[in-house]
């Protein structure tokens, strides 16, 4: 009788080194392709801004030699920077996608009543994660809830949207989002001290 073949009993090909991961700010968006096989060695500059890819390749064919085509291909992207610059982490976090409905602020959504759990409002925001973190994941996500049971949907809606503007100005600011406001914090320590 033959046993099937585990993970351990297959020859494997020696595993290839991984590429360290590489955050060199002068090549911010640029990438070398070679292929060798067709002679078509070239830097590649990569980026989008919004919706739209922006992508052109330097052959070092065309500019004669590796260098002189990446000398090239950061000129042309440094060109694109200055026209289109990348956006800040604020207008990332503040973006409207294109599927969300007019008028309604980014990281505010609603979840419907299900089985015993009430319809809530939730405010989101996504901060990096703290220095002394252990999690592989390097962003940690931030809620509020506000029930539609307690407050109503109108006043849940609002009270959410006003929390979500309450995180992002708190992380411009360098704060921590997950600290409430002055006024709640305030009336935590009051009922403390009772």
């Known amino acids: 009788m033959r046993r099937n073949a585990t993970h351990s009993d297959r020859v494997q090909a020696p595993a290839k080194p991984r590429p360290k991961a590489f955050h060199n700010v002068d090549m911010y968006a640029i990438f070398r392709v070679e292929r060798p096989a067709h002679g078509q060695d070239a830097w590649l500059v990569n980026l ?13 064919y065309t500019y004669g ?22 956006l800040t982490h ?17 990281g505010v959504h609603f979840k419907p009543a299900s089985g015993s759990r009430p319809a809530y409002w939730i405010a989101r925001i996504e901060v ?54 002055p006024a709640g914090l305030a009336l935590h320590e009051i009922r403390h001290e009772l």
């Open 65 to 86: 030699g590796k260098e002189p085509a990446l000398f090239v291909a950061r000129a042309y992207r440094d060109a694109v920077l200055k026209i289109v610059p990348p």
């Open 90 to 106: 604020r207008d990332m976090r503040m973006r409207v996608r294109k599927n969300r409905p007019e008028g309604s602020i980014t």
């Open 48 to 60: 989008s801004r919004g919706a739209r890819p922006i992508r052109k390749s330097f052959s070092d």
């Open 128 to 181: 990096e994660a703290l220095e002394h973190s252990t999690a592989k994941r390097k962003r940690r996500c931030l809620t509020r809830h506000f029930s539609v049971a307690r407050y109503g949907d109108a006043e849940a809606k609002r009270m959410a949207e006003n929390e979500r503007i309450r995180m992002v100005m708190a992380v411009d600011n360098g704060e921590d989002p997950a600290l409430r406001s």
